[in-house]
């Protein structure tokens, strides 16, 4: 297993940016797939992104494609999740997650995903 800690959350305004950073630890994380989640106040956890162990394949859901991307720097041991163009819908604690089983297709779900940061918080007023 990877240990995992985010960083980069914050206040932002409607139509702002953030760029959220996932740091890991441990000599395996080239070999993790990465994703990025979210639960909302009373919400369940959600899906957000995630990219495969070489970087080649990315996946997001349907709310923030066009808007996030998801990219990942092995040399660095680090995940980003790039957040533009924001709503208050977006509100949230984001979380990072390291997966061995999700090969870069299909819809991951949280199941896939083994180790878990502490995650991190966005609110975006409007």
């Known amino acids: 297993q990877v240990q995992l800690v985010e960083s980069g959350g914050g206040l932002v305004q409607a139509g702002g940016s953030l760029r959220l950073s996932c740091a890991a630890s441990?000599?395996?994380?080239?070999?993790?797939?990465m994703g990025w989640f979210r639960q909302a106040p009373g919400k369940e956890r959600d899906f957000v992104a995630a990219?495969?162990?070489?970087?080649?394949?990315?996946y997001y859901t349907d709310s923030v494609k066009g808007r996030f991307t998801i990219s990942r720097d092995n040399a660095k041991n680090t995940v980003y999740l790039q957040m533009n163009s924001l709503k208050p819908e977006d509100t949230a604690i984001y979380y990072c997650?390291?997966?061995?089983?999700?090969?870069?297709?299909?819809?991951?779900?949280?199941?896939?995903?083994?180790?878990w940061g502490q995650g991190t918080q966005v609110t975006v007023s409007s």
């Open positions: 997650a390291a997966s061995q089983l999700w090969a870069g297709w299909g819809t991951p779900t949280e199941a896939d995903f083994g180790s």
């Open positions: 441990g000599r395996s994380f080239s070999r993790h797939a």
């Open positions: 990219i495969s162990w070489s970087g080649g394949d990315t």
